[in-house]
């Protein structure tokens, strides 16, 4: 099992547009419909209100791997881009 904490720093006041097109774009259902997904899951951080987390959990490394090359992973790439100033990422095997 792969579980990924994922922190995004989003560009100030930024947040909720992050997410909103997040949402309207499907990217967190489809990603839930990838094969060897467990858990898909976006919150808010309420320590900093320019953090969006995901905590993603799949069955291994390689189900993950096939993740990152869906078009609607692709999609997320370009947002970030515009939204994002850095991601952490905490993985745990």
């Known amino acids: 099992m792969l579980?990924?904490?994922v922190t995004y720093h989003v560009k100030p006041?930024?947040?909720q547009k992050f997410y909103d097109a997040i949402r309207e774009k499907?990217?967190?259902e489809a990603s839930r419909k990838d094969k060897g997904n467990i858990l898909y899951d976006y919150s808010y951080d309420p320590e900093n209100e320019d953090?969006?987390?995901l905590e993603e959990i799949w069955e291994?490394?390689?189900t993950q791997k096939l993740h990152c090359d869906t078009p609607h992973f692709a999609v997320?790439?370009?947002?970030k881009e515009e939204f994002?100033?850095?991601t952490e990422i905490r993985?745990?095997?």
């Open 3 to 5: 579980v990924l904490n």
């Open 13 to 15: 006041g930024k947040r």
């Open 26 to 28: 499907g990217i967190d």
């Open 51 to 53: 953090n969006l987390l």
């Open 60 to 62: 291994d490394a390689e």
């Open 76 to 79: 997320l790439t370009g947002l």
């Open 84 to 86: 994002v100033e850095n």
């Open 91 to 93: 993985r745990f095997e």
